[in-house]
């Protein structure tokens, strides 16, 4: 059993593919099979079954997936400790944000963090929160930045700060010349959503529960079309009114495109996280960046 190996069925656990394993490790199909199969003969168990057009993990993968994940977090954690050796002069981070994080004030502080400390190379991930919680399991980054609590009790958090949610509209809109609007008059404007499932989505569709407001949106965003995008556009040019991340709002209420509404009692915010995995060392410089964040204000 090789490190080589651990790392490549994490890839294929990861993807639930050998084939795409295969082509995120820039390797051929028959080397992933290969390397995996090793580890088949080594354990005497199966580690994948077919579902469908999908592979999935057996229970003995299972635990393999998590010893090894284990193992790398550690192995990586050796790298840090060298670095360790010459103090905050030189070394490596890799950061990761989820995108509210990296609309706000995320890519801000790491290039502050990075003038502070330049002989430390910073790399910056921005995706959304379960895919950095997965990379933090792997050893891939350092810290990260959640949009919510972790699932993994391999990864410890602890809360950060907030982001307010506005409610936004065209500036033309009749009720942005009011000096405050209730959720009521909001329920019975067209509503501009995300999909279900988004955490925004969830926490005002709760709002309108406890006041027993209708909730039925005119139009729902997916992700895959670009959803902050989408409902900015969609605002602007009339066709309803969102509630909406404040910071992802910002540059278009600046450029005249977005009017934020001044709500009485809504009092709605999203809750970000500093996250690191637990078994982890670690060095100096992950907890420098941990206390920069901590300090730093933008």
Do not use: W
């Not at 895919?131 to 050893?139: I, R």
């Not at 709002?207 to 959803?227: D, H, I, N």
């Not at 910002?250 to 001044?262: S, T």
């Amino acid at each position: 059993m090789t490190l080589h190996q651990l790392k490549v069925f994490a890839k294929v656990a990861e993807l639930q593919s050998f084939t795409e394993a295969a082509k995120a490790l820039r390797l051929s199909q028959p080397s992933v099979s290969s390397l995996v199969q090793g580890l088949v003969r080594e354990f005497n168990y199966k580690l994948f079954e077919r579902r469908g057009l999908k592979i999935a993990l057996t229970p003995e993968g299972k635990v393999l997936l998590r010893r090894t994940q284990e193992a790398l977090a550690v192995i990586e954690g050796t790298r840090d400790e060298i670095d360790e050796i010459h103090g905050l002069k030189k070394g490596r981070l890799s950061v990761g944000g989820c995108t509210l994080a990296a609309a706000s004030f995320l890519p801000v502080t790491v290039q502050a963090f990075k003038k502070k400390y330049p002989g430390i190379e910073v790399t910056l991930m921005i995706q959304r929160s379960p895919s950095l919680e997965k990379k933090l399991l792997e050893g891939q980054l350092d810290l990260a930045i959640l949009g919510f609590p972790p699932s993994s009790r391999l990864v410890v958090s602890k809360p950060y700060c907030d982001e307010e949610i506005v409610v936004i509209a065209p500036p033309n809109h009749p009720l942005s010349k009011k000096r405050s609007v209730s959720l009521e008059m909001l329920s019975k404007e067209p509503l501009i959503t995300p999909e279900k499932g988004r955490s925004t989505r969830e926490m005002v569709e709760q709002k309108f529960v406890e006041k027993r407001l209708p909730f039925v949106p005119v139009l729902e965003v997916g992700a895959e079309f670009g959803a902050r995008d989408a409902i900015r556009n969609a605002v602007s040019n009339g066709l309803g009114i969102a509630f909406f991340a404040k910071c992802h709002a910002l540059a278009d209420v600046r450029a005249g495109r977005l009017k934020v509404l001044k709500v009485s009692n809504l009092d709605l915010k999203r809750t970000l996280y500093i996250a690191m995995h637990k078994n982890r060392q670690h060095s100096s410089i992950i907890q420098a960046f941990a206390n920069f964040l901590t300090r730093y204000k933008v």
